[in-house]
């Protein structure tokens, strides 16, 4: 029996259209009802850069340029685009300064997807589709840092192949409780945090 929808007929209202996330430190998608978008490796603006873009991103391994005529500015504006490091062996063995990959999937039966900090389960009735360690950008120890996003660090993850050398372009590193203006307990000063990615 269909369904109305909007005044028309509609036999797949019901039907769910997916929810995309990025799986970082990995290149699979794992788990029922998911599939691989593309798998790329990570990047983004250096981890020093003042003003540079704050997000992470997951570059695909075929990427297209754009090959038209380009008029630039007198004063050169730009941003730019760096390949991504681990910056500590807190997220594996042997992974500081390896190159970080990553997989964009799609949970094929959600429409919502979220990060928690702070969490390594999901709530009730949401499907964890990966959790891990929470990741920040860092600075040079000298106090220069751009800032970035918290992203979820796959909890078994992978470096590329041939990615070891000490670039410095766009940083992962862990992320720790801080008390004070953040409640502890239920907090622990200087506690790495976990995450997970829940879909619905």
């Known amino acids: 029996m269909s369904q109305k929808n909007n005044g028309k007929s509609c036999n797949s209202c019901n039907r769910y259209e997916g929810a995309i996330y990025t799986r970082w430190g990995r290149k699979d998608c794992t788990g029922t009802g998911t599939e691989l978008v593309y798998e790329g490796f990570a990047g983004g603006a250096r981890y020093s ?12 391994h075929d990427p297209d340029f754009y090959d038209g005529d380009v008029s630039m500015s ?12 681990y910056e500590d062996n807190y997220f594996g063995p042997n992974m500081f300064q390896k190159d970080v990959p990553c997989a964009v999937c799609r949970a094929t039966k959600a429409s919502s997807i979220m990060m928690i900090p702070g969490k390594s389960r999901c709530p009730r009735t949401w499907k964890r589709e990966y959790y891990g360690r929470l990741a920040a950008g860092g600075d040079d120890g ?45 907090y622990k000063n200087n506690a790495f945090l976990t995450c997970a990615v829940c879909s619905k």
């Open 49 to 60: 850069q003042v003003a540079a873009a704050v997000n992470y991103v997951c570059l695909p």
């Open 74 to 85: 007198p004063f050169g504006h730009m941003n730019s685009m760096y390949g991504a490091e």
């Open 142 to 186: 000298h106090g220069k840092f751009a800032a970035s996003e918290y992203v979820c660090v796959d909890y078994s993850p992978i470096a590329l192949e041939g990615g070891e050398a000490n670039e410095n372009g766009k940083l992962f590193v862990p992320v720790k409780a801080v008390c004070g203006p953040l409640r502890c307990p239920p």
